[in-house]
């Protein structure tokens, strides 16, 4: 399973480890991801989606219908 937010799609940023000597060595930034369930009453229905922090944010401020329409416009299959 790829760490991939369901909704947003974002992923792992690649950077550099830098020591007191100022060696470089690839590290991986990874997200932030919960795995979550939410209910959704128009469908009456749980779904559980891999989400970041900043996505489980969003959907307490806009509500879980209002950024499923946003993902679904986007080409998301959720």
């Known amino acids: 399973m790829s760490r ?3 909704l947003t799609g ?9 020591s007191f000597a ?3 060595t ?3 930034f990874n997200v932030n991801l919960h795995k979550k369930r939410f209910y959704i009453p128009s469908e009456d229905r749980w779904i559980t989606l891999k ?3 900043k996505t ?4 307490n ?3 879980i219908e209002a950024v499923l329409k946003e993902a679904r416009k986007q080409g ?3």
């Open 76 to 78: 998301v299959k959720v």
């Open 10 to 18: 974002k992923g792992p940023r690649s950077g550099n480890n830098v």
């Open 4 to 6: 991939k937010d369901d």
């Open 61 to 63: 401020k806009k509500g």
């Open 26 to 28: 690839k590290r991986r």
């Open 22 to 24: 100022n060696n470089k």
């Open 51 to 53: 989400v970041s922090t």
């Open 56 to 59: 489980l944010k969003t959907i």
